[in-house]
């Protein structure tokens, strides 16, 4: 079988995007099937245009696109993405044609060329990125437009195979927009990379390990500065290690200002999965610092899950109602405080400090919450099999 993946960035990249596609690619691809990438390259990532091969996946990083929320880039960035889709569609001649959003600018481009070629589709819907780009833009004009984009991305979506959902809570959000056809295939961990330690821990500091995106809805200056609380508090001997890419020097300064830059160790961009899934099981608590937006309570971050797999548990920054929320009380697998709250945060991270018996239980209690619902191979089976009942 021909599949081919669109996904609208600079592939492949440290994210949760890539994380998913890339995985399911590689899997697919060593099981015999041609799988193939379709990306996009902005001014800043110039470089990585062009065509690749990863292993025996190709690449086509080959959209240019603009990373602007005005309403103009984005009909650009989605006319470009059409006129490059549809001749790579006339040629490749997938089977499938699987367009993960966001980017939906990217996303939506591709599904019109679907349209227009006659190609197979499904919608790999990972984000509520409608309504974030609503709440992001200012003027009345544009949110009228991001409306209407809402209203002809449902339509399309609706044309397709079916539309394949991260968590139950976008499965109902998709179901009251009127999309006929949803599937659950949930984010997850790959068991095999991501495992717990086989002997103890070999240092004394207690870690709190954070993976992903700084900046943005990401709160990490909570987190340092809840990290200030905690030494006042007395507990010296707690770190806090940083593993990705975005508005690092802004948190690096932001802690030599609060006096705790000895406490912080970043550790750069980590594409190898192995020595990722290391230095986590080496930490003593997996963090996801969301900000208050309430769009997060329908999400559950890649980096959740493979804390979880590491057999840590977890800390997280969420609304009460929030499905992370949900999952860490179900199953007693950390601590879940109010967003924006470093009083609160350092509370919940200084009782997971002193009760080494909970972390010790909630790890085991996460790793087997993986291995029995969100092992990304077991995942990756069930995707493929409802993609061949459709072509």
């Known amino acids: 079988m021909k599949v ?20 399911l690619a590689e899997k697919w691809s060593k099981k015999g099937h041609m799988v193939e990438v379709l990306g996009s390259f902005t001014y800043k990532s110039f470089s990585r ?39 790579l569609l006339i040629l490749r001649r997938p089977d499938a044609v699987i367009v993960s959003v966001p980017s939906g600018d990217i996303g939506l ?29 200012r003027f009345k004009v544009e949110k009228a437009f991001y409306s209407m984009i809402k209203k002809l991305s449902t339509s399309m979506y609706n044309k397709g195979q079916f539309v394949s959902a991260v968590t139950h809570n976008f499965i109902g959000s998709l ?33 709190v390990f954070y993976s992903g995106g700084v900046g943005g809805y ?25 593993v990705g890419k975005g508005e690092i020097s802004g948190i690096l300064n932001l802690t030599r200002e609060l006096g705790i830059y000895g406490l912080i160790e970043y550790e750069g961009v980590m594409n190898d999965k192995r020595n990722l899934a290391k230095l986590i099981a080496e930490a003593d608590v997996g963090l996801v610092p969301y900000d208050d937006n309430p769009l997060w309570k329908n999400s559950l971050p890649a980096k959740f899950f493979e804390y979880c797999a590491c057999g840590i548990p977890v800390v997280a920054t969420a609304h009460e109602d929030s499905l992370l929320a949900e999952l860490v009380e179900k199953h007693q697998i ?23 018996q909970f972390r010790e239980d909630a790890g085991r209690r996460a790793r087997a919450l993986i291995e029995r619902d969100f092992d990304r191979n077991k995942i990756a089976e069930r995707f493929l099999d409802l993609i061949r009942e459709c072509v």
């Open 49 to 87: 245009r062009g065509a690749k091969k990863l292993g025996s996946v190709s690449i086509f990083n080959l959209c240019f696109s603009m990373e602007l929320l005005h309403p103009l880039a984005f009909v650009l960035n989605a006319l470009v993405a059409s006129a490059v889709s549809i001749p």
């Open 109 to 137: 481009g591709a599904l019109m060329a679907c349209r227009m070629t006659g190609a197979k589709y499904i919608v790999d819907y990972r984000d509520e990125w409608e309504d974030y780009a609503m709440g992001l833009v």
């Open 218 to 242: 990401y709160r990490l200056d909570v987190m340092a500065k809840a990290l200030k609380r905690l030494r006042e508090s007395g507990a010296r001997n707690i770190k806090l290690i940083i």
């Open 4 to 23: 081919l993946f669109v996904l609208g960035s600079a592939n492949p990249f440290p994210g949760a995007g890539w994380t998913r596609i890339g995985f």
């Open 334 to 356: 950390g601590l879940v405080s109010p967003p924006m709250d470093e009083e609160k945060l350092a509370e919940a991270i200084y009782w997971l400090y002193e009760n080494d």
């Open 175 to 207: 179901q009251r927009r009127g999309i006929a056809r949803t599937e659950l295939i949930p984010n997850g961990a790959d068991v095999r990379t991501f495992k717990p330690l086989l002997t103890g821990k070999k240092s004394n500091v207690f870690t």
